[in-house]
């Protein structure tokens, strides 16, 4: 099982976006999501799901936002669940806390907790910083053409709703890196659902240690 936690980023300077951040969780999540995404202590947001690819999805909606702190915790989930989030108890949910504590030192505001999972938090995140550098380098323009695909576009189509032509539009896609977009978050998410089943084998209170902790605090 997946826990997101995301911490809103300057809080204290700035409103409160717990309902934005939990109906983007919702509207992301969708039917995959194990349990209504909540709100726990204070600014935080949670949500859980068993499903690789929405976890991955989750993540990259907040951090696309640069609002939010997230961790990303991969482990068990007590059974029967709860009737809501913020009361859901096991390995993935320390994780997804140790995660966000430190996510708060990195720049990229993301880290990756586990329990015995391979492969192992560090690789998974490692990837993760890697996709969120390229997006980091992507245009107003490049995002734009981005969406449009990623709703169903094809790219031609998308370069008549732009108003460009289907030339301009593969330069675009190629500055955008949106292919490699597209296979990047294809592999994380095989790596996501590999650690997933490794977790398996571990107990609900062996949580590890959240990537990147040492080396960005």
Do not use: C, N
């Not at 909540?38 to 499903?51: F, H, I, M, P, W």
């Not at 460009?164 to 539009?169: F, Y």
């Not at 500055?175 to 398996?200: F, K, N």
Request: aromatic share 2%.
């Amino acid at each position: 099982m997946f826990a997101i936690t995301a911490d809103q980023i300057d809080s204290r300077s700035g409103p409160d976006l717990a309902s934005d951040g939990l109906e983007l969780l919702t509207r992301v999540g969708g039917v995959h999501l194990a349990l209504p995404a909540d709100r726990t202590a204070g600014d935080e947001v949670q949500a859980l799901t068993a499903d690789a690819r929405t976890a991955l999805d989750l993540v990259l909606a907040l951090l696309r936002t640069e609002r939010w702190s997230v961790g990303l915790g991969i482990g068990d989930v007590r059974t029967p669940l709860p009737a809501a989030t913020r009361a859901a108890t096991g390995g993935a949910l320390i994780a997804a806390r140790e995660a966000v504590e430190a996510a708060k030192r990195r720049p990229s505001r993301i880290a990756v907790a586990g329990g015995g999972i391979r492969p192992d938090a560090v690789t998974v995140q490692s990837m993760l910083d890697l996709l969120l550098q390229l997006r980091e380098r992507r245009s107003p323009e490049g995002w734009e053409l981005y969406d449009l695909v990623e709703s169903g576009l094809t790219q031609a189509e998308a370069a008549e709703r732009l108003g460009i032509t289907p030339q301009a539009a593969s330069k675009r896609a190629i500055a955008a890196g949106v292919r490699i977009d597209t296979a990047a978050r294809e592999g994380i998410a095989q790596l996501l659902a590999l650690a997933d089943e490794a977790s398996g084998h571990e107990s609900d209170t062996d949580a590890g240690s959240a990537a990147g902790a040492e080396e960005d605090a």
